[in-house]
């Protein structure tokens, strides 16, 4: 039943990602499908009746009433920990979505597609990397992300296996430290990094760029300045500074 847009969502499973976050498995009756990046929007209530909304990125899309997520755990924040640390198989949420229509994609074009993520913002992006391999349409898309270090990427067993089984073309970008033997750069993704691992200007790719507010906007210009049209760069901000 839905009130006001508002489901029940049971927690069917939870699972250790990396050490600051979780995927959550949920099974939502009623649950209309979902399209590859959409989000959802969680309310939490405190027994004294207080209510937190957060926004959460489908790691999951199509039909069926089972969804999933993966959250991070922002230290201090009022929500995420929760999820995190807290919520259990048998937990009861409630969830309201799919959500947004713009940060979709959509099988059907041949067009190059380029998936750029920081931290958290993997979840839509993975989405999207399954469904385009689901529809055949893995050797159009490339994946950049970017994580603290290897032990903080979530979904790594996952983009394993979308590079090997499916196709898509992932390259690893680490802030603070590489996995041992790691030759490449260490630091924020810049020009070079960017240069060297996105589809050309001349392929005209459509970007998927999504992460914390300021990885995104830091992307997205250089994006720009590396000569794509910002038309192309689709983007989703998780928040932070
Ligand atoms: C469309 C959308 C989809 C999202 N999908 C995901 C997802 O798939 N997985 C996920 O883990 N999160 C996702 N987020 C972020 C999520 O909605 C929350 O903002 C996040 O979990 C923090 O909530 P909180 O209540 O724990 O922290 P708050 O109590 O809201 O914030 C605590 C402090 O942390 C800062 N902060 C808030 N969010 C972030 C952030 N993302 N990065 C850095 N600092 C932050 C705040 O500015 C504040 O100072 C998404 C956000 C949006 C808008």
Same mark, same amino acid.
């Given at each position: 039943?839905?009130?006001?847009?508002?489901?029940?969502?049971?927690?069917?499973?939870?699972?250790?990602?990396?050490?600051?976050? %979780?995927?959550?498995?949920?099974?939502?009756?009623? &649950?209309?499908?979902?399209?590859?990046?959409?989000?959802?929007?969680?309310?939490?209530?405190?027994?004294?009746?207080?209510?937190?909304?957060?926004?959460?990125?489908?790691?999951?899309?199509?039909?069926?009433?089972?969804?999933?997520?993966?959250?991070?755990?922002?230290?201090?924040?009022?929500?995420?920990?929760?999820?995190?640390?807290?919520?259990?198989?048998?937990?009861? $949420?409630?969830?309201?979505?799919?959500?947004?229509?713009?940060?979709? &994609?959509?099988?059907?074009?041949?067009?190059?597609?380029?998936?750029?993520?920081?931290?958290?913002?993997?979840?839509? $992006? =993975?989405?999207?990397?399954?469904?385009?391999?689901?529809?055949?349409?893995?050797?159009?898309? %490339?994946? $950049?992300?970017?994580?603290?270090?290897?032990?903080?990427?979530?979904?790594?067993?996952?983009?394993?296996?979308?590079?090997?089984?499916?196709?898509?073309?992932?390259?690893?970008?680490?802030?603070?430290?590489?996995?041992?033997? &790691?030759?490449?750069?260490?630091?924020? =993704?810049?020009?070079?990094? $960017? %240069?060297?691992?996105?589809?050309?200007?001349?392929?005209?790719? /459509?970007?998927?760029?999504?992460?914390? /507010?300021?990885?995104?906007?830091?992307?997205?210009?250089?994006?720009?300045?590396?000569?794509?049209?910002?038309?192309?760069?689709?983007?989703?901000?998780?928040?932070?500074?």
């Amino acid at each position: 039943m839905t009130v006001g847009g508002w489901r029940a969502a049971h927690v069917v499973e939870v699972v250790e990602a990396t050490p600051s976050a %979780r995927i959550l498995r949920l099974s939502v009756a009623g &649950w209309p499908g979902s399209d590859a990046g959409q989000h959802i929007d969680i309310r939490l209530t405190a027994e004294d009746g207080y209510q937190a909304e957060r926004s959460y990125s489908l790691g999951s899309y199509g039909p069926g009433e089972s969804i999933e997520l993966a959250v991070d755990e922002i230290p201090e924040g009022e929500v995420s920990p929760y999820l995190v640390r807290d919520v259990l198989p048998g937990d009861e $949420l409630e969830v309201k979505g799919p959500l947004g229509g713009y940060f979709v &994609w959509r099988s059907g074009g041949a067009q190059p597609v380029q998936l750029i993520a920081g931290g958290s913002g993997i979840v839509p $992006l =993975v989405a999207i990397a399954r469904a385009a391999t689901d529809a055949g349409a893995a050797a159009s898309v %490339r994946l $950049l992300y970017s994580v603290r270090a290897p032990e903080n990427a979530i979904y790594r067993d996952e983009i394993q296996r979308l590079a090997n089984d499916g196709g898509v073309a992932a390259t690893w970008a680490y802030t603070r430290r590489g996995p041992a033997g &790691w030759a490449g750069s260490v630091g924020r =993704v810049d020009d070079d990094a $960017l %240069r060297s691992a996105v589809w050309p200007a001349e392929d005209d790719p /459509t970007f998927f760029v999504c992460g914390p /507010t300021g990885f995104v906007e830091h992307v997205a210009d250089a994006l720009v300045r590396l000569g794509h049209s910002p038309a192309r760069i689709l983007t989703e901000r998780f928040g932070g500074a």
